[in-house]
């Protein structure tokens, strides 16, 4: 099926690096940083944006009827126990992993990590291919890739299984309409007024979890902008 991400778009929807998504008053690209940001949260626009993740079948109904969640610990030990039953082997050796990843660090991580600009399926998510190639996050692929490209057997077995029984996803998000404190990090304001605006794509992390517009099955869907 054909996607058309434009069509996703609402009067008070901006696509980060899309110059014609826009209001008029911003296209002059004069606002300073400060402006920048109180405009747009005044005037209550949100920034569409991307999250790109291998889901199970499971997964996918969660979010469709209860939306995103952070990644924080709690909720990677709850995909991981909620992997389909005969894998039982592989939540052992995940959740063995898990407890120590965040041994030396907080539990909590209450980012949301999305990407901004006009969509490129064949560079921009080519470019990101960990994110639909491997399921469970930075924490757990990081471990299986071990940064040597599945040299371990029993990773690369669990790597295969794990792609066997989750499919990746393209999932379209919409900001809350609180966009300067919404936004953690990131570099929207000098992507607005460099002049590559509607050629760049980037990322940044977002405090509070972004509204589900739309979710793309990248095996059967085409995108289109």
């Avoid at 002059?28 to 790109?52: G, M, P, R, W």
């Avoid at 399921?135 to 057997?153: C, K, L, Q, T, V």
Wanted: with cysteine; charged share 25%; hydrophobic share 35%.
């Amino acid at each position: 099926m054909m996607v058309n991400i434009k069509s996703l778009i609402q009067p008070k929807d901006i696509v980060p690096n899309l110059i014609e998504t826009f209001p008029a008053e911003l296209k002059s690209k004069t606002f300073s940083e400060e402006k920048f940001y109180s405009y747009l949260a005044e005037n209550q626009y949100n920034f569409v944006c991307y999250h790109i993740t291998r889901l199970t079948e499971d997964e996918l109904i969660d979010i469709k009827n209860n939306g995103m969640k952070f990644g924080n610990k709690q909720f990677l030990i709850s995909r991981i126990n909620n992997l389909p039953s005969g894998h039982e082997d592989i939540k052992e050796l995940l959740l063995n992993n898990i407890e120590l990843e965040f041994s030396n660090n907080s539990d909590e991580n209450n980012l949301f990590f999305v990407f901004f600009g006009c969509l490129d399926l064949k560079n921009n998510i080519a470019d990101n291919n960990s994110f639909f190639n491997n399921w469970g996050g930075e924490a757990i692929y990081r471990y299986i890739d071990e940064g040597d490209n599945f040299s371990n057997p029993i990773l690369k077995s669990v790597h295969e299984r794990l792609q066997k029984i989750s499919k990746p996803y393209l999932i379209v998000l919409r900001t809350s309409e609180n966009i300067s404190q919404t936004i953690q990090s990131g570099n929207i304001y000098q992507d607005y007024i460099s002049s590559n605006t509607n050629n760049t794509f980037g990322s940044f992390a977002l405090t509070e979890i972004p509204e589900v517009i739309k979710i793309i099955d990248l095996t059967e869907d085409e995108i289109i902008f």
